[in-house]
């Protein structure tokens, strides 16, 4: 054993280990002992005393730091999620829907819900558990697995819901207020208007003890909790009373209907010492107050009775088909103990003291209707920066309290069901029992234990909404994703965000001035369910892509829950109303696109681009198998040349990109610069940082690579060979013509050019060659009338012919014809060869015009021997003559003078005997030992293919000069690289004279047929 002193230790073991490492490295990959540090001394505020800590630090002045709520999990999450979910619903409409949907409907309706809800609960428990969640809660959880695009939707959509529950809970307020505890305080004849007057009152008082602080609305949630408590408990006390002795709560009958109790006596007449009068009932029946006075008919064919309206749980009640099954009816419809056919028939105008069906009932209504009083499940987990522990804390506590308001929900609907007579159940106002509500009436020791338990409900759960929705909201503008809501992430010195409290108390304003409760409540339940299906869906996306970063400690969590989960969540909001649902799904897609296209980008590791990645792998797999073949858009790959200050020189092949492609297939935009990566990396992405800008303003969409290699050539080689992905690669390359290129004095231009066409034609890929390309119109151009030339010449698969369809796509070239012109030799039939390719384009389905050109043999001979204009050309003549540079410029205009001179269709030379022989005499007094260049003969078959050129350029120019764009067939490089020269110059006669020139080479497969 060595014993190392101390000293030594410290060299040997650390110091050592940290000189491994640069100063650089160190600065960017801390050491674990710092990392732990930091980890442990991690402190979760509330998003706003972040804030107030972050301005503290800019202005330098000191100031006393606010110390933020920190709850557990019974007061942080177990109370608010009971508070929320035991509301409006419960006290105000449950008894009406289960004497409307029925037992067996409205346990069924419950069931879905519940279980929608705790299966949502368990996936946000599987979400909670696998990070630290900071302030924004539900938000933060969704929006970092699956990203900010789809995060920032269901985000807004989540807090655009949690706003309008906020409504709901006042309007339910509002409602006790007026019908149950002051009915006399109504100032406007309609019920409507005074919803909307005593709502806007109560959230205006409500926003401001929120604007106080939210440990205010904590204390106060205990005291409304506390109502709710003893409301639940009185409610099943009022049930097991019913079993012993059951209230005598009387309601009036006249036949099988229900008549409201307007004080009046439930008897038609009654008789004051032998003498029979008629009674208050009989008046509002009949057109007098007189016995022998005209009566309504149903009036006189049916006994008033009084029945017992709550006969108690042994009663037998829960077996009839009245409570049993669901009893629907449309607006105005009566509530009687047995639908019929006149009881549908609409009574809102007819003045008779009947109980009428406010609005129109179905079952999906009732489920949207339902569905808000279980939506309080994420209130604690909105609250997560005020909470201790929110890891475990939210799972717990969501779940139990879950667990508690689902077995009181359905054990409601069974007792309601056992010991009230269904029509009272469907008196949803009780205007039957003197304006008492059903659940009053049912409970013990007093109906107001329920009417002041409700009211103090409703108030805490608007308390809890606008506490949460202001946090929510401050969280997604902190995040940067919706630039128009950064305002809204500021809070003021206690932390309260006060100006997202502002836009929410307004959007919440909007929900009250809806002022009803059945309209406001199936919208909740379409942002609630969107949310919660999304949730459902990052789980499961997670899990099934097993992603690295997805490790919850849950344990009871399983992929298969998430994905019922959702399943159940897309049910319940088509079921509950389709057209909400489509509202929402709209709002959500705007809202997505708005973040796509304007939002910050970040760096969040999301399920759905896992999830689209491996959809990617699947497909390239699957198209590997049928690489090649492209019968609907060519797959390009475009070859950029850039400045010295790497900025595109020709941006306007980019706009023809675009407007070929029109945002369909693949499109590649790739450059070369030359050198090592080493040094030139940072360049690298400077350039592809340019390219997209430039890629950005000519609206091309497509990927953006830039290469370094040793040479250009090399460069373009590897790009042309390995750009793209599997099948996805590209079968088209696209580059621009060298542009004086004779005055180059660098001709590795132009000869990389020539490479290039060769290993496009090696690899059997099609390559497009754009003269001119600074001429062609840009993306805001809007072309006149016009003509799009093609000269067919050779069939090379028929991408010559295709070209011009796709361009006619785009707004630019649509106003533009087509034409097509073919070459026929003088002999051949040109009026049949006219007709044959009209029927061949009519079954290719293009619209274009045919002309026939008729030329001599020998003037397209170069073309019919080989099918090419592969030609070895006058340069190289002139290079054995050894020309200087100032003669061959001299050329140029002796080849316009030759082909416009009248024995044009004769063969001829741009070089004469006697030039030839002064040259001769030169050269001989500059060397001795040069053949006699008389003896040589020029090559006929280059004179011929000279020839051809000439006499075609001839042609396109006659017909095709004034034309937008002219499509040639290419011909193919000479095997021989001595004649390399001679074909960068047949080229430029072939195009000469001409703007706009679009050279097309085929890869030799067939991209246009008569089939598909």
Known sequence: MFLIRQAECSFYGWDIFVFLFTQEEMDSTPMVSSLLNKLANYTNLTQGVADHEEAESEDGIKRVTVKGPQMGTFIGVYLPCVQSILGVILFLRLTWIVGTAGIMGSFAMVFMCCACTLLTAISMSAIATNGMVPAGGSYYMISR???????????????????????????????????????NAEVFETREHNMRLYGTCCLASMVLVVFVGVKYVNKLALVFLSCVILSIMAIYAGVIRTAIQPPDVQICMLGDRLLGNQNFKCVKTEVIDNITYPTKLRELFCDGPFLNATCDEYFIQNNVTEMKGIPGLLSGVISREDNLWGNYGPFGSLVEMRQQSEALQDYSNVNRPYVLNDITTY????VGIFFPSVTGIMAGSNRSGDLRDPQRSIPTGTIL????????????????????????????????????????????????????????SCCGAGLQSLTGAPRLLQAIAHDGIVPFLQVFGHSKFNGEPTWALLLTAV????????ASIDAVAPILSMFFLMCYLFVNLACAIQTLLGTPNWRPRFKFYHWSLSFLGMSLCLALMFVSSWYHALIAVVIAGCIYKYIEYRGAEKEWGDGIRGLSLNAARYA?????????????????????SLDSDLAVKHPRLLSFTSQLKAGKGLTIICSVLQGTYMLRGTEAKRAERSMKTSMAVEKTKGFCHVVVCSNLRDGFSNLIQSAGLGGMKHNTVLIAWPNNWRQAEDTLTWKNFIETVRETTAAHQALLVAKNIDHFPSNAERLAEGTIDVWWIVHDGGLLMLLPFLLRQHKVWKKCKMRIFTVAHLD???????????????????????????????????FTYEKTLVMEQRCLLLKQMQLSRTERERETPARHRERNSPASDQVHMTWTKDKLATERNRLREASAGVKDLFSMKPNQSNVRRMHTAVKLNEAVVNKS????????????????????????????????????????????????????
């Not at 072939?990 to 097309?1000: A, R, Y």
């Open 145 to 183: 697995a699956l990203g900010p695009e789809f995060g920032g939707a269901v985000g807004l959509c989540f807090y655009l819901g949690t706003t309008f529950a906020g409504s709901l809970y006042i309007l339910g307020t509002i409602e006790i207020f007026l019908m149950y505890i002051m009915p």
């Open 363 to 366: 079952f999906t209504l009732m």
């Open 401 to 456: 309290a879950i667990i508690t308001t689902s077995i009181t929900y359905m054990s409601f609907v069974v007792l309601f069901g056992a010991c009230i007579e269904g029509v009272l159940l469907r008196d949803k106002f009780g205007y039957s029992v003197n304006r008492i509500p059903v659940l009053g009436i049912l409970a013990w020791p007093s109906p107001w234990i329920i009417v002041i338990g409700s009211f103090f």
């Open 507 to 514: 959007i919440c304003e909007i929900g009250v001035l809806i």
């Open 620 to 640: 390239l797999l699957k198209l590997e198998e049928s690489w090649g073949i492209f019968k609907q858009w060519p797959q390009l790959l475009v070859l950029l």
């Open 828 to 862: 051949d039939n040109s009026i049949q060869m006219k007709n044959d390719l009209q029927v061949f384009l009519y079954q290719l389905r293009l619209d274009a015009e045919v002309e026939v050109v008729e030329m001599h043999e020998r003037d397209i001979s170069a």
């Open 961 to 1012: 000069q004034g034309a937008h764009l002219v499509l040639l067939n290419m011909p193919g490089p000479p095997k021989n690289k001595d004649g390399d020269e001679n074909y960068m110059e047949f080229l430029e006669v072939l195009m000469e004279g001409l703007d706009q020139v679009l050279l097309v080479r085929g890869g030799g497969r067939e991209v246009i047929t008569i089939y598909s």
